[in-house]
């Protein structure tokens, strides 16, 4: 079978990747040309554990394709992904002119049936936008092509991608019509030999089904992050709380851990979005509305306790930062609570030293040289009046805290994702503070 994705970011280079894994010819079409030649020379521009060697394996062996144009490769595909960006417009609705170009363009070249599938997160309703998009280009050439839309939303985690992407949960794939599902059926059968997961919809209930997941996901932390808060005032320890609640077979255990809040590509975006879909639609969204305020308070939690701690008394202070990416395993830094979190200490007079293992080049390119780089999580907090930990990469979870203890110049540490022993490090002589207890 052959395929093209259009779109190579996050999305779009898994999974035409993972595609081409499993044996499929895979053609990854981007208008970047400079993105598209990096690619072809094996310059991967994302980072994703072993997606490198994946991409450069499958594109010696033949199944991996870069192009910047679409018509290239149309006439051979039977499948085209979508994998486009839907950035929030400035009122929090995705902006969908990228989509919609796709569209055009497919409709403008199509000779045979072939299906448009849309990969990226879209609202409710985008498929019929498409679809009218594609009709009308079709009317404008005086042909009829036959083609079926779909909607196959991507449920990938960064740092996880490729295992979540050939070992799905489940496969959500929205159709109109039966050789559509037969030919998603196919293409997705070598993922699912043992375990057939793919679950058919129409095509309005599997756009909604990515929002309202990750909506749930993110509701799951900002309230277990409200819960956290009101621990620490009323004197109970939400680390006790999350695993009695979470024990509850209703309610589980996953997503169930309080921090600095969540930041990503994913869930700070389709939260707005939805939001927006709901006002369009006459309704309010008043949980998720409440999800987002939390949200955003919490990206404040660390600073607040920083200034508590000096009665705020910041200025001049050196602030030591372990963690710039959303989440470990990625360089990811969209939404990400360290950028609200350098922004506070600068404008109190801090002076911010940084370090995490990938992200210190996107950190650079987001910021410049507005902070300083440390050299390793070490030199980080030579000097530092205080050691904020903001993502828990693997790496920070046993520092050497004799070493740090000698070179900071106060023992304080604010533990964002609660990944310390508290005795130990007061053992030790820090003053430790963290979330919810």
């Given at each position: 079978?052959?395929?093209?994705?259009?779109?190579?970011?996050?999305?779009?280079?898994?999974?035409?990747t993972c595609f081409a894994e499993m044996g499929v010819d895979?053609?990854?079409?981007?208008?970047?040309?400079?993105?598209?030649?990096?690619?072809?020379?094996?310059?991967?521009?994302?980072?994703?554990?072993?997606?490198?060697?994946?991409?450069?394996?499958?594109?010696?062996?033949?199944?991996?394709?870069?192009?910047?144009?679409?018509?290239?490769?149309?006439?051979?595909?039977?499948?085209?992904?979508?994998?486009?960006?839907?950035?929030?417009?400035?009122?929090?609705?995705?902006?969908?002119?990228?989509?919609?170009?796709?569209?055009?363009?497919?409709?403008?070249?199509?000779?045979?049936?072939?299906?448009?599938?849309?990969?990226?997160?879209?609202?409710?309703?985008?498929?019929?936008?498409?679809?009218?998009?594609?009709?009308?280009?079709?009317?404008?050439?005086?042909?009829?092509?036959?083609?079926?839309?779909?909607?196959?939303?991507?449920?990938?985690?960064?740092?996880?991608?490729?295992?979540?992407?050939?070992?799905?949960?489940?496969?959500?794939?929205?159709?109109?019509?039966?050789?559509?599902?037969?030919?998603?059926?196919?293409?997705?059968?070598?993922?699912?030999?043992?375990?057939?997961?793919?679950?058919?919809?129409?095509?309005?209930?599997?756009?909604?089904?990515?929002?309202?997941?990750?909506?749930?996901?993110?509701?799951?932390?900002?309230?277990?992050?409200?819960?956290?808060?009101?621990?620490?005032?009323?004197?109970?320890?939400?680390?006790?709380?999350?695993?009695?609640?979470?024990?509850?077979?209703?309610?589980?255990?996953?997503?169930?851990?309080?921090?600095?809040?969540?930041?990503?590509?994913?869930?700070?975006?389709?939260?707005?979005?939805?939001?927006?879909?709901?006002?369009?639609?006459?309704?309010?969204?008043?949980?998720?509305?409440?999800?987002?305020?939390?949200?955003?308070?919490?990206?404040?939690?660390?600073?607040?306790?920083?200034?508590?701690?000096?009665?705020?008394?910041?200025?001049?202070?050196?602030?030591?930062?372990?963690?710039?990416?959303?989440?470990?395993?990625?360089?990811?830094?969209?939404?990400?609570?360290?950028?609200?979190?350098?922004?506070?200490?600068?404008?109190?007079?801090?002076?911010?030293?940084?370090?995490?293992?990938?992200?210190?080049?996107?950190?650079?390119?987001?910021?410049?040289?507005?902070?300083?780089?440390?050299?390793?999580?070490?030199?980080?907090?030579?000097?530092?009046?205080?050691?904020?930990?903001?993502?828990?990469?693997?790496?920070?979870?046993?520092?050497?805290?004799?070493?740090?203890?000698?070179?900071?110049?106060?023992?304080?540490?604010?533990?964002?994702?609660?990944?310390?022993?508290?005795?130990?490090?007061?053992?030790?002589?820090?003053?430790?503070?963290?979330?919810?207890?």
């Amino acid at each position: 079978m052959k395929i093209a994705i259009v779109g190579t970011g996050y999305v779009g280079l898994v999974s035409g990747t993972c595609f081409a894994e499993m044996g499929v010819d895979v053609t990854c079409v981007d208008v970047d040309k400079k993105k598209i030649e990096g690619l072809k020379q094996g310059v991967v521009p994302i980072y994703e554990p072993g997606l490198d060697e994946m991409v450069l394996r499958n594109q010696r062996e033949g199944r991996l394709h870069f192009t910047t144009d679409l018509t290239e490769c149309l006439d051979d595909v039977e499948i085209v992904f979508s994998a486009v960006g839907t950035p929030p417009d400035e009122d929090g609705s995705a902006d969908l002119q990228y989509v919609l170009a796709v569209a055009r363009t497919f409709g403008q070249h199509i000779k045979k049936y072939t299906i448009l599938v849309t990969k990226s997160t879209v609202p409710v309703g985008t498929a019929k936008k498409v679809k009218v998009t594609i009709e009308e280009e079709l009317a404008r050439r005086g042909v009829q092509v036959p083609f079926d839309v779909a909607s196959n939303p991507e449920f990938l985690k960064e740092g996880a991608a490729i295992k979540d992407f050939m070992s799905p949960d489940r496969v959500v794939v929205g159709v109109e019509s039966e050789q559509a599902r037969e030919m998603m059926s196919r293409l997705y059968r070598p993922f699912l030999l043992n375990n057939f997961r793919v679950i058919f919809t129409d095509i309005p209930s599997a756009e909604m089904i990515k929002y309202a997941a990750n909506s749930m996901l993110a509701t799951r932390i900002s309230f277990m992050n409200d819960i956290a808060n009101l621990c620490e005032l009323v004197g109970a320890d939400v680390n006790m709380v999350r695993k009695g609640i979470g024990s509850d077979s209703r309610i589980g255990s996953k997503f169930l851990y309080p921090g600095c809040g969540y930041g990503g590509s994913c869930f700070p975006k389709d939260v707005k979005a939805l939001i927006k879909t709901a006002e369009k639609a006459g309704y309010s969204m008043r949980v998720l509305q409440a999800v987002e305020e939390v949200n955003e308070a919490q990206k404040a939690i660390l600073y607040k306790k920083l200034s508590a701690y000096y009665d705020g008394a910041l200025q001049g202070k050196k602030i030591a930062l372990w963690g710039l990416s959303f989440k470990p395993e990625t360089d990811d830094m969209r939404e990400a609570t360290s950028l609200v979190t350098i922004k506070l200490l600068q404008a109190a007079g801090c002076k911010v030293k940084v370090y995490d293992p990938v992200a210190m080049d996107e950190c650079r390119r987001r910021i410049g040289e507005s902070v300083e780089y440390a050299s390793d999580m070490y030199d980080a907090v030579l000097e530092a009046d205080a050691l904020l930990l903001l993502t828990e990469w693997k790496q920070f979870r046993l520092p050497s805290w004799g070493v740090i203890k000698k070179t900071m110049r106060t023992p304080l540490i604010i533990d964002g994702r609660n990944i310390y022993d508290a005795e130990e490090l007061k053992r030790l002589g820090f003053t430790y503070l963290c979330i919810g207890r």
